[in-house]
T-cell receptor, first 118, second 115 residues
Framework: AQTVTQSQPEMSVQEAETVTLSCTYD???????LFWYKQPPSRQMILVIR??????QNATENRFSVNFQKAAKSFSLKISDSQLGDAAMYFC???????????????FGTGTRLKVLA | KAGVTQTPRYLIKTRGQQVTLSCSPI?????VSWYQQTPGQGLQFLFE???????NKGNFPGRFSGRQFSNSRSEMNVSTLELGDSALYLC??????????????FGPGTRLTVL
């Protein structure tokens, strides 16, 4: 069974600085997706960035980028130029894929709470 | 386009009761997934519905059930509530289900408290 581990329950970063959130996963599949979701205090979960396992190039979305190490099963999120609005709970997620059944399910980590200090 | 809506937003029940939560997906989305979020466990997948059929199911007891209607709206039911069922229940919708990637859009959640 696949698992997703976020070993940092809480992180702090100074405004305008850079922070990296860690995520490791375990799977025997070769094809899958990885995601980072952001859940602000208002509770609406939004997608920050996604990475297809078959792509070697790390995904980037403005100030957000990932370091995807497939062999090490590591998927960290780097937030550059941190802003107060980045304060939220961040979840790493794995989307399995079962080609024979055509179904999938998401597996989430336990989350990392990011605090941004002014 | 309106986002995913969930009703009610807050709910307080007592042990042994049952509860029904509702989720309206984004217009045009046919897949609805349900998750339970607790502080210690993070998000755990409950089930997914597509075209009124349950396509996938997580590891939850049979007390947790769901259904989807022809307009893609979905309901989740929990019977014989236990204290441990207190959680934020999130619904997420996407265009379709299957091997192709479809982004999930989450609703604000329903906060269920069981006393």
């Amino acid at each position: 069974a696949q698992t997703v581990t976020q070993s940092q329950p809480e992180m702090s970063v100074q405004e305008a600085e850079t922070v990296t959130l860690s995520c490791t996963y375990d799977t025997s599949e070769s094809d899958y997706y990885l995601f980072w979701y952001k859940q602000p205090p208002s509770r609406q979960m939004i997608l920050v960035i996604r990475q297809e396992a078959y792509k070697q190039q790390n995904a980037t979305e403005n100030r957000f980028s990932v370091n995807f190490q497939k062999a090490a099963k590591s998927f960290s999120l780097k937030i550059s130029d941190s802003q107060l609005g980045d304060a939220a709970m961040y979840f790493c997620a794995y989307r399995s894929q079962a080609p024979t059944s055509g179904t999938y399910k998401y597996i989430f980590g336990t989350g990392t709470r990011l605090k941004v200090l002014a | 386009k309106a986002g995913v809506t969930q009703t009610p937003r807050y709910l307080i029940k007592t042990r042994g009761q049952q509860v029904t939560l509702s989720c309206s997906p984004i217009s045009g989305h046919r897949s609805v997934s349900w998750y339970q979020q607790t502080p210690g466990q993070g998000l755990q997948f409950l089930f997914e519905y597509f075209s009124e059929t349950q396509r996938n199911k997580g590891n939850f007891p049979g007390r947790f059930s769901g259904r989807q209607f022809s307009n893609s709206r979905s309901e989740m039911n929990v019977s014989t509530l236990e204290l441990g069922d207190s959680a934020l229940y999130l619904c997420a919708s996407s265009l379709a289900s299957g091997v192709l990637y479809n982004e999930q859009f989450f609703g604000p959640g329903t906060r269920l408290t069981v006393l």
